[in-house]
């Protein structure tokens, strides 16, 4: 197997692939592969295995791209950043948030990854249901933005919006922490909890979050906070809501046309 990544800001990965290698992703991620290649959708374990990848975020089916000769597949996020390739030895893990699988060879397991504390998980955001995949093999993950990676040292703790946590070895303790001070949470528009990451490990994150495009695409669209020339009119309320919903689904998550 061969790969390479292409591009700056709107990456792709092409995987060659040799005669019965395969990779797998998440639905609605492959951008082209050549007549070597054969698609075979499925659950990836049964109903539970696609019903639990979902409440991750995730898609409920997977597809695998199975090479019946000389294949050349390649696949691309849905929005801005960028993507890691990272090659896991045998039981090595990596936990991401759910938008952050892009595909990995059929040897990586993809699967829930539980945080221990609860209030991670009530006021962390994405933090109580995360995703984590397991080598061995090469699994490819993306991030929104640019990516910054650090290496925490034992005890060493890092506070950090929620939206900016991609992807963390699992030696890292993920919590939250409730911002210090009055006027810092009424006007500091950091929200009430920051996400703290305490080490040994590394983290990589992202300086992007999905939902701080999604929130600035829709202040400049009619009817947003951007705009000063509201009406009270249901039918351009409505009119409104679906332009809005249509833009960001088709950035966001949108089906593509064939």
């Given at each position: 197997m061969h790969f390479e990544i292409n591009g700056s800001i709107m990456?792709?990965?092409?995987?060659?692939?040799?005669?019965?290698?395969?990779?797998?992703?998440?639905?609605?991620?492959?951008?082209?592969?050549?007549?070597?290649i054969k698609m075979d959708t499925h659950t990836g374990g049964g109903f539970f295995a696609g019903l639990k990848r979902s409440l991750?975020?995730?898609?409920?089916?997977?597809?695998?791209?199975?090479?019946?000769?000389?294949?050349?597949v390649a696949f691309a996020p849905r929005f801005p950043g960028t993507i890691v390739a990272r090659n896991l030895a045998a039981g090595e893990s990596l936990v991401c948030r759910k938008e952050t699988f892009l595909c990995a060879q059929k040897s990586v397991t993809l699967e829930l990854a539980w945080q221990k504390r609860l209030g991670?998980?009530?006021?962390?955001?994405?933090?109580?249901?995360?995703?984590?995949?397991?080598?061995?093999?090469?699994?490819?993950?993306?991030?929104?933005?640019?990516?910054?990676?650090?290496?925490?040292?034992?005890?060493e703790r890092l506070l950090v919006h929620a939206g900016h946590v991609g992807v963390f070895t699992p030696s890292v303790q993920f919590d939250i922490?409730?911002?210090?001070?009055?006027?810092?949470?009424l006007f500091g528009g950091e929200g009430l909890f920051l996400a703290t990451l305490t080490g040994p490990g590394h983290i990589w994150l992202q300086s992007m979050p999905i939902?701080?495009?999604?929130?600035?695409?829709?202040?400049?669209?009619?009817?947003?906070?951007?705009?000063?020339?509201?009406?009270s009119s249901n039918v351009v309320t409505s009119a409104t809501s679906g332009v809005v919903g249509g833009v960001l689904g088709s950035i966001f998550g949108g089906s593509r046309d064939d």
């Amino acid at each position: 197997m061969h790969f390479e990544i292409n591009g700056s800001i709107m990456q792709t990965v092409a995987v060659d692939l040799a005669p019965g290698e395969v990779v797998y992703s998440q639905t609605n991620t492959m951008c082209w592969m050549n007549d070597a290649i054969k698609m075979d959708t499925h659950t990836g374990g049964g109903f539970f295995a696609g019903l639990k990848r979902s409440l991750t975020g995730g898609s409920f089916f997977v597809t695998d791209f199975i090479s019946n000769g000389n294949g050349h597949v390649a696949f691309a996020p849905r929005f801005p950043g960028t993507i890691v390739a990272r090659n896991l030895a045998a039981g090595e893990s990596l936990v991401c948030r759910k938008e952050t699988f892009l595909c990995a060879q059929k040897s990586v397991t993809l699967e829930l990854a539980w945080q221990k504390r609860l209030g991670a998980g009530f006021f962390g955001g994405d933090g109580f249901i995360l995703q984590k995949v397991t080598g061995p093999g090469v699994v490819w993950l993306d991030l929104s933005g640019e990516l910054i990676e650090k290496d925490l040292a034992p005890g060493e703790r890092l506070l950090v919006h929620a939206g900016h946590v991609g992807v963390f070895t699992p030696s890292v303790q993920f919590d939250i922490a409730m911002v210090k001070g009055f006027k810092n949470i009424l006007f500091g528009g950091e929200g009430l909890f920051l996400a703290t990451l305490t080490g040994p490990g590394h983290i990589w994150l992202q300086s992007m979050p999905i939902m701080n495009l999604a929130e600035e695409v829709a202040r400049y669209l009619p009817g947003g906070n951007g705009d000063s020339s509201g009406s009270s009119s249901n039918v351009v309320t409505s009119a409104t809501s679906g332009v809005v919903g249509g833009v960001l689904g088709s950035i966001f998550g949108g089906s593509r046309d064939d």
